[in-house]
């Protein structure tokens, strides 16, 4: 109870300014006592008034009152001192540098834990008691401690700005209202924030909505990682699985063709070995002859001579009925296992594995922006080939397969199951996904397209031209009209005014561009749709003989 006591004291003999012991205290007309500095200092502040208040009770007074020292008063405090219980605030307490600081402390200032709209100054604990204690501040507004209160005042009338100009978009006093601002749309400083508090809502919510949007695509894409990661780990397995059989069924045929090799080369051997025996024989038993021969020769009786020449035994039969076959080795052999090795490289060359993930694709992301100029254009050219195997028969391959020309006679290709047999048309070796840009010089009348690789090639049905169908879409170039052909619908666009073409993909966006290539790029037609495989490059020459398309070499 004791140190309550004490604690109680301290604080009546405390300037609420400074919040230390009063130096050479003064009393005010209303009856609060502070330091005669600190006061002295605060109504300073206040010159070019008309008054000057208390700190404490906002009391005004007019004129300056003359202050003179509390005699009874200091002496009270002097006795307080020498109990050695002066007030000290705790370090933490006091403003640092990022701190807002009490407006109100003097000497080494206070943190300030509100600031008030109306007097436009920050309090400390002990300073903004008055604030909930006094009648007089009921409607004063607080807020959270603040550098920027000084930025509320009109910088021309040094008031508090509390309207909003809605014609010059800034916050003005009310002498600015009626004076510069004069028939201007005016609104309270409240009632514009109201409103653009509906506003920056609305915003939230468009905000908040769109960051559960991109969740659930970023959801999605996490999704197709994973599902493709597993689908990819699948196709590895079963690739391994099917090659590895591939390369034991290789094996086991290998091992087969030496075993027949060797079986045949051991059969001719035996054949040959036994005819070399049967011929080393004869000739032993010739040599046997020609010796007996030799010695009756040699004999000088005549008669003995005679005597033993009817006894010689005759000659088998000769060696000249035997038959020695020409020598045929295994060039057959090594020739059919290159013919093999030859038709597996062609198979793996026409159908090479692709990966395709159309099924699963989530287009959640922007498209690209397209190209302005030719030379970015360029940065996506691809270097693209006619496959012979797709061509008519009326149409020449020549420039190394990037043109083709409409000729009176047929070619001789020979028969594919991909070529045209009735549109004089052809479609590109390599296939097209991502971005992709080439061009096409042009003589005649041309078709300039892009196809899926299953579009259909026999007969003359619509389902075999280019643009007349769902899996093709075509430029129609001719000396008449120029028309963009998709699924059979035809849309009539403007004369190229020139002989070159370029041709924009942008695979994933679904964006097919047509341009007309001269010293600028002019838009023709842009198709914009779902890809859903990958795309071949086409030309189609029509008409008369010597009309053609080329391929061009780009830089």
């Not at 659930?216 to 597993?230: G, P, T, W, Y």
Request: hydrophobic residues 30%; neutral net charge.
């Amino acid at each position: 109870m004791a140190q309550r006591g004490v604690q109680l004291d301290r604080e009546t003999f405390s300037c609420s300014i400074c919040l230390d012991l009063l130096k050479d205290p003064v009393t005010t007309p209303c009856g609060h006592n502070y330091c005669m500095n600190c006061i002295k200092s605060h109504w300073d502040g206040e010159d070019g008034k008309y008054s000057y208040s208390c700190p404490q009770c906002r009391k005004t007074f007019t004129p300056r009152p003359v202050l003179l020292k509390n005699t009874m008063l200091a002496d009270l405090v002097e006795e307080l001192k020498k109990t050695g219980l002066q007030a000290a605030p705790a370090d933490h307490c006091y403003a640092g540098a990022e701190d807002v600081a009490c407006d109100v402390c003097t000497g080494r200032k206070l943190k300030a834990i509100k600031s008030c709209l109306f007097c436009l100054i920050s309090y400390c604990e002990k300073h903004l008691q008055p604030h909930f204690e006094s009648p007089a501040f009921e409607k004063h507004k607080l807020v959270e401690p603040s550098k920027k209160l000084q930025e509320n005042i009109c910088s021309r009338h040094d008031e508090v700005m509390k309207m909003f100009c809605r014609t010059d978009q800034q916050l003005i006093c009310y002498l600015c209202s009626v004076d510069e601002h004069k028939g201007h749309d005016t609104v309270s400083a409240a009632a514009e924030r109201a409103e653009r508090q509906r506003e920056l809502e609305g915003s939230r919510l468009n905000i908040q909505q769109r960051i559960q949007d991109r969740e659930k695509d970023v959801k999605l894409l996490q999704q197709q990682a994973e599902a493709i990661n597993l689908s990819a780990d699948e196709a590895v397995e079963h690739s391994e699985k099917i090659f590895t059989e591939l390369i034991r069924l290789l094996e086991k045929r290998s091992s087969d063709v030496k075993q027949q090799v060797r079986s045949q080369q051991e059969r001719e051997v035996s054949r040959v070995r036994e005819l070399q025996e049967k011929l080393e024989q004869e000739i032993t038993e010739l040599k046997r002859k020609d010796a007996e021969l030799k010695k009756l020769s040699h004999t000088e009786d005549h008669n003995q001579f005679l005597h033993n020449y009817p006894s010689l035994a005759p000659l088998s039969q000769s060696a000249s009925s035997i038959q020695i076959r020409p020598l045929s080795g295994f060039e057959d052999v090594t020739a059919a296992v290159s013919e093999l090795r030859d038709q597996l490289q062609d198979v793996l060359r026409e159908k090479r594995t692709t990966v395709s993930l159309t099924g699963t694709e989530v287009d959640v992301l922007l498209p690209q922006p397209e190209p302005k100029t030719r030379a970015g254009f360029l940065q996506y050219s691809r270097e693209i080939t006619l496959d012979p195997n797709t061509a008519h028969t009326r149409l020449l391959l020549s420039e190394g397969n990037r043109k083709a020309t409409v000729m009176r006679q047929h070619q001789s290709y020979s028969r594919h199951r991909d070529r045209f047999t009735y549109w004089y048309q052809v479609l590109s070796r390599e296939s097209l996904t991502g971005r992709c840009y080439w061009e096409v010089e042009m003589r005649g009348d041309v078709f300039v397209a892009v196809a899926y690789k299953n579009i259909s090639r026999a007969g003359g049905s619509d389902e075999c031209r280019f643009g007349r169908n769902a899996k093709s879409w075509a430029l129609d170039c001719n000396n008449h009209s120029y028309t963009v052909w998709s699924n059979n619908v035809q849309t009539p666009v403007s004369d190229p005014g020139s002989s070159r073409v370029g041709v924009y993909l942008d695979h994933s966006a679904g964006i097919l561009s047509f341009y007309s290539v001269s010293e600028t790029m002019t838009l023709l037609h842009r198709v914009q749709t779902t890809f859903t495989q990958p795309l071949y490059a086409g030309l189609g020459v029509f008409c008369w003989f010597g009309s053609s398309a080329e391929l061009c070499k780009v830089k």
